[in-house]
């Protein structure tokens, strides 16, 4: 009899709780980023776990995106058992663009630049990929594969070049100083004379 | 000659401060240019129009989860090989499944809201601490969006690669994906335990596996 029940509760046990290990989850709303050479930018991403179990996850990037990608919000999450993807966890990561469109500079490579954006907008394809993180996974056992999980998410961070005209307010700024030191040391010759008078 | 002097040094002052100014308004003008190098509007009046505008915005959310089952999350185990050369070895969940089917298998939440593929790789050959090897090509697999006594099929075997490659495609939500693996033991393979780690990533359907 007690046997019988131990099986009824077994049974209902299974049938509530699907025999799965604990899960991965990504949500995501934005798939392109759009944002202007050597700009700091932030993305962020969500994971979820709607399994019967808690589960550890790491973000991670694809090689392609890596060239520009300056921080990855990298430590292991804690994401508990049944979050749906109405709550869930948001993990951010920043990158940088490179400055990669060419400028006509008139002084050292870096001054008094102007940018014509005459280049095809560069664009790097890549994966924001979420996986089960090892540290907290049994192995295969004594001979054979362990095995892993993990969800990604597609994106696209296209560079923009922000065409504009030669700044000259440098050279401006130099004129006035050196003029204004000139007309300092004029003055204070006047007075010097005047006193001496 | 002092007062002619004096006179040089006043007109000097003069040109002087004529310089700062020109500059100093070159310098505003510069900088109150749009960033664009084009010009501001010039600003009109019209008479008897109206205008109005309101604001339209939709976002695109989209969410997949993916969990391995008990027997996967286990590892795949191809248990102990006695004698060599041994083919096609099964993985020991490739049949103990319901009827008979394979209990190895990779499931999409209900609560994703895109179908997905997905993409399987090892990260290396089978190898032992000592560092022998059963090549990667080795270890094959089929896979199938249902499971039966034939189901996944046992031909043709594919060989695990250390790229991702899709491994079942257009996985519905609250569905499963499940895989047989097996295993060759060539007759001069070194005793011992040899291990590598199988990896499944689910990504939108269409979408390419990647690295």
């Given amino acids: 009899m007690n046997l019988k029940k131990l099986f009824i509760v077994f049974s209902m046990f299974v049938l509530v709780f699907p025999l799965v290990s604990a899960g991965v989850g990504i949500s995501w709303n934005k798939e392109t980023s759009l944002v202007p050479e050597n700009t700091k930018t932030c993305l962020t991403y969500k994971v979820y776990n709607p399994w019967p179990d808690d589960s550890y996850v790491e973000i991670e990037l694809s090689e392609e995106l890596l060239p520009i990608v300056s921080y990855v919000e990298s430590e292991t999450k804690f994401v508990p058992k049944n979050t749906p993807s109405s709550e869930a966890i948001p993990v951010e990561f920043c990158f940088k663009t490179p400055r990669i469109y060419e400028q006509d500079c008139l002084l050292f490579d870096k001054l008094i630049c102007k940018q014509d954006c005459l280049e095809d907008m560069q664009i790097y394809s890549g994966e924001v990929i979420v996986l089960e993180s090892n540290d907290y996974k049994s192995s295969g056992g004594s001979g054979g594969s362990a095995t892993a999980i993990s969800v990604s998410a597609p994106l696209k961070v296209k560079v923009q070049c922000v065409a504009h005209k030669r700044n000259y307010s440098l050279i401006y700024i130099v004129v006035v100083l050196i003029a204004g030191i000139l007309l300092a040391i004029n003055l204070l010759n006047k007075k010097r004379k005047k006193n001496k008078k | ?211």
């Fill in chain 2, 1 to 211: 000659m002092s007062e002619k002097k004096k006179g040089i040094l006043s007109w000097y002052s003069v040109v002087l401060i004529l310089v700062i100014l020109v500059f100093a308004v070159l310098l505003i003008i510069e900088n109150t240019k749009p960033a664009t190098g084009k010009t501001i509007d010039k600003i009109s009046l019209t008479g008897h129009a109206t205008e109005s505008s309101t604001y339209s915005n939709v976002t695109i959310q989209k969410y997949l989860s993916i969990a391995t089952c008990t027997n996967m999350s286990l590892g795949i185990l191809f248990g102990d090989v006695s004698e060599l050369p041994a083919t096609n070895i099964n993985a020991s969940h490739n049949y103990d499944g319901a009827s008979s089917g394979s209990s190895l298998c990779v499931n999409v939440s209900a609560d994703s809201n895109t179908p997905v593929d997905f993409c399987i790789k090892a990260n290396t050959d089978l190898t032992s601490i000592d560092l022998d090897v059963i090549v990667l090509a080795n270890e094959t697999y089929q896979n199938s969006s249902t499971t039966n006594l034939t189901l996944p099929t046992t031909s043709p075997e594919i060989p695990l690669t250390t790229g991702y490659v899709k491994s079942g495609d257009n996985i519905a939500a609250g569905s499963e994906n499940y895989y047989r693996f097996w295993l060759d033991v060539p007759a001069s393979q070194p005793s011992g335990d040899y291990n590598n780690t199988v990896y499944f990533k689910g990504v939108t359907t269409s979408l390419a596996c990647g690295a």
